[in-house]
């Protein structure tokens, strides 16, 4: 993507966390950047500019506010995507799996208009349990996910494959090898 320079100096890399081996890799460094943040809300929205976009849905917590953006400039609707039990009305909800266990993500069931045209947003894939996750409960809501988006991929986890195998287009900014 052009004009994306400087955006991989600004995510922080913290060596072993959440646990020895782990290089977390935090935006919080880059959404304090006014100009890198800028670029990478355009960067995320720019492949699906020209698409019919009906709604984002960002997954908690990231993908809230960089969803909110990217649903501003693409013109449309948001929708939260929440662990469960954090939204206030009725609820459906998908489980996924974690490294030791398992989780839930919700959405409003009245969220998603039969037809809608949907896109995903986080803010980094690694494995993308919770990716699929968030693109089976859009289905099952009657909606059509047109992509995913993210800032950063760790693509030695696999994450973009498993979008891959469900037919999804996806897109990330960036990617750092490794875990």
């Not at 100096?9 to 006014?34: C, H, N, Q, S, V």
């Not at 699906?48 to 960002?58: I, L, M, P, R, T």
């Not at 469960?84 to 839930?104: A, F, N, R, S």
């Amino acid at each position: 993507m052009k004009n994306l320079d400087g955006l991989e100096e600004l995510i922080r890399t913290i060596p072993d966390y959440p646990k020895p081996g782990i290089m977390f890799r935090d935006i919080t460094t880059l959404l304090a950047d006014p100009i890198g943040l800028k670029k990478a809300i355009k960067g995320m929205a720019k492949p699906f500019e020209d698409g019919k976009v009906d709604a984002v849905a960002g997954i908690e917590a990231r993908g809230f506010i960089l969803g909110g953006a990217i649903a501003d400039r693409l013109e449309c609707g948001f929708i939260p995507i929440r662990k469960k039990g954090k939204l206030p009305w009725k609820t459906i909800g998908q489980e996924y799996t974690l490294e030791y266990g398992v989780d839930v993500i919700e959405i409003h069931e009245d969220a998603v208009e039969p037809g809608s045209r949907v896109l995903i947003v986080d803010d980094l894939i690694a494995t993308g349990g919770t990716a699929e996750a968030a693109v089976k409960l859009i289905r099952r809501s009657g909606g059509n996910v047109v992509g995913a988006t993210f800032i950063v991929d760790l693509p030695d986890l696999g994450g973009m494959q498993r979008l891959d195998a469900l037919g999804i287009p996806r897109h990330a900014l960036i990617a750092f090898g490794g875990h």
